[in-house]
């Protein structure tokens, strides 16, 4: 018996349109950001949190990123201080994440926040996961749309691969831009680098990079971003059964960027990963990334991705 494949439906009108139906039915959608594509469901229907989670096969205890269309739909569900004003002026639209003390009554399902009294909300700038939101009239939790713990997923095909017929249907807006998922910031604390880097916000704000002793955002697991097969990072030269992934001047099977550019390289990282994934090669193994700018996000998730 064949296996039951999602619809992917090509960015436009009768695209989003249909998808809008289904998140106000209670469904689940993949849609692109800039970052990666996300799996959204109405935050406030616990029911369809839940399909998240089920499909995904992800941690109840890990909280998901709820997108809004602007400042206003986020104060409906979070208090802001003056340093969450600033960055959030700065910028939303965009990939920066603000983890927030939710706001009572603010009617979002406890799924969303894994029980916690914070909420982490983002105001995407992708066309369309901002036409959805406009289009559903509902804030949308969206993790990445793949299983947990999988490769982020940075085109459609990436997430039929990865969650087949657990997401009825994919929007296809083509790649994403950022190619890796947005920076996190609760308070003046740099919970997970992204693209929105330290350097940029303490433009604006004293931040510093840390952690916390328990799961309070996206993204905070220690393995994470995985592929299927053994990762090794610092390569300068790719052994017989390894597919290796270059940077700069090591070219290897395939590059993150030959010009030893960091955006491009953050760009093409999940995707070259999955091409790796998919190789006939044993193992993967990555050429050094600089830890500098958006380096920083790059080798944050490569190393998440090395712990198995």
């Known amino acids: 018996m064949t296996a039951q ?5 090509r960015y436009g009108t009768a695209a989003i349109a249909a998808a809008a139906a289904a998140i106000r039915a209670g469904g689940i959608v993949a849609v692109p950001t800039e970052t990666v594509y996300g799996l959204a469901a109405d935050a406030r229907d616990s029911r369809a949190v839940a399909r998240i989670y089920a499909a995904k096969g ?3 205890f890990n909280p998901l990123i709820v997108h ?5 739909a986020a104060e409906a569900l979070a208090v802001l201080d003056d340093d969450a004003r600033a960055l959030a002026g700065r910028f939303w639209p965009g990939p920066l994440t603000l983890v927030l003390p939710l706001r009572a009554g603010a009617g979002v399902a406890s799924l969303v926040t894994a029980g916690l009294d914070t909420i982490a909300l983002r105001v995407p700038a992708h066309r369309a ?4 939101l406009a289009v559903s009239g509902a804030p949308l939790a969206a993790p990445s749309a793949n299983a947990s713990n999988a490769i982020s997923p940075t085109r459609a095909e990436h997430v039929a691969a990865s969650l087949g017929a657990a997401v009825p249907l994919i929007l296809d807006d083509g790649a994403t831009d950022e190619g890796v998922e947005s920076t996190i910031v609760a308070g003046r604390t740099i919970l997970r680098p992204g693209p929105v880097t330290a350097e940029m916000l303490r433009a604006l704000l004293p931040v510093t990079a840390g952690t ?5 955002a996206p993204g905070q697991l220690a393995t994470h971003y995985a592929p299927r097969k053994p990762l090794r990072l610092e390569a300068v030269a790719g052994e017989a059964d390894e597919w290796l992934i270059g940077y700069g001047a090591v070219a290897g099977d395939d590059t993150l960027s030959a010009a030893g550019d960091p955006v ?9 990963l999955h091409r790796a994934d998919a190789s006939a090669r044993a193992r993967i193994a990555v050429a050094p990334v600089p830890e500098a700018g958006v380096g920083v996000a790059i080798n944050d998730r490569l190393r998440r991705a090395a712990r198995r």
Do not use: G, N, Y
């Open 5 to 9: 494949l999602p619809q992917i439906r």
């Open 129 to 132: 996961m901002r036409a959805l």
């Open 212 to 216: 916390t002793a328990h799961v309070s």
């Open 68 to 72: 809004v269309l602007d400042l206003a």
């Open 58 to 60: 992800r941690p109840s």
């Open 264 to 272: 491009e390289a953050a760009a093409r990282l999940f995707d070259a």
